[in-house]
């Protein structure tokens, strides 16, 4: 199985808005809610943003939101602020009892 | 507070063994899924294997299947990851992430450890 396909960048200002794209094929993200976004700044580990497609971990801010469209999923931040920036992956179940992830999106406040 | 902290990395050569281990802090190793997480230097994460809580699965990604295998160490609240007959390409910081939902598997992991590098060169 293929790795899910990000944009390489993104990019918004301070207090706007950027969206990520991750995009699967018809037997991975359509079929399952198994979809989680992780940021992960340099030389850290990364950090679980959404589960379950739109559920957010206790203190992440609803300033990140998620949702779904046949095989593709995106991830919203809005209100950009300075920390934001990092490196972003999306995650599904592959339905192979494995996990697939994208290949990350830079993303630049 | 839930921490993990991996060990064994190092430097070895195409063909080696070598075995890395991940000891939790702040929950009970066996009530969760516990996953490996790969990343190759400058690129993105890749999914390894995943033992289930009370050890009744695991499961490999394709690259490793047959080459690496994960196990508890319920005594020490450890995971381990064994890795066999090295390649260049299993170079990469592995890390281990602990699945969010307990006694289940919900594919996505909220405590991630800082990782440990495994350099495979001749």
């Known amino acids: 199985q293929s790795a899910l396909t990000q944009p390489p960048s993104a990019s918004g200002s301070l207090g706007q808005s950027v969206t990520i794209s991750c995009t699967g094929t018809?037997?991975?993200?359509?079929?399952?809610?198994?979809l989680s976004w992780y940021r992960q700044r340099p030389g850290e580990a990364p950090k679980l943003l959404i589960y379950?497609?739109?559920k957010r971990p206790s203190g992440v801010p609803d300033r990140f939101s998620a949702s779904k469209s046949g095989n593709t999923a995106s991830l919203t931040v809005s209100g950009l602020q300075a920390d934001d920036e990092g490196f972003y992956y999306c995650?599904?179940?592959?339905?192979?009892?494995?996990?697939?992830f994208g290949g990350g999106t830079k993303v630049t406040v | 507070d839930v921490e993990l902290l991996e060990s064994g990395g190092g430097l070895v050569q195409p063909g080696d063994s070598l075995t890395l281990s991940c000891a939790a802090s702040g929950f009970t190793v066996d009530h969760f899924a516990m996953n490996w997480v790969r990343q190759a230097p400058g690129k993105g994460l890749e999914w390894v294997s995943v033992i289930y809580s009370d050890d009744r699965f695991t499961f490999y990604a394709d690259s490793v299947k047959g080459r690496f295998t994960v196990f508890r160490d319920k005594s020490k609240n450890t995971v381990h990851l064994q890795m066999n007959t090295v390649s260049i390409e299993d170079t990469a910081v592995y890390f281990c992430?602990?699945?969010?939902?307990?006694?289940?598997?919900?594919?996505?992991?909220?405590?991630w450890g800082r990782g440990t590098l495994v350099t495979v060169s001749s």
């Open positions: 379950e497609l739109t």
């Open positions: 992430a602990r699945d969010r939902a307990r006694s289940a598997t919900g594919w996505s992991f909220d405590a």
């Open positions: 995650s599904t179940y592959g339905g192979r009892s494995n996990a697939l």
């Open positions: 018809d037997s991975d993200i359509p079929n399952y809610i198994y």
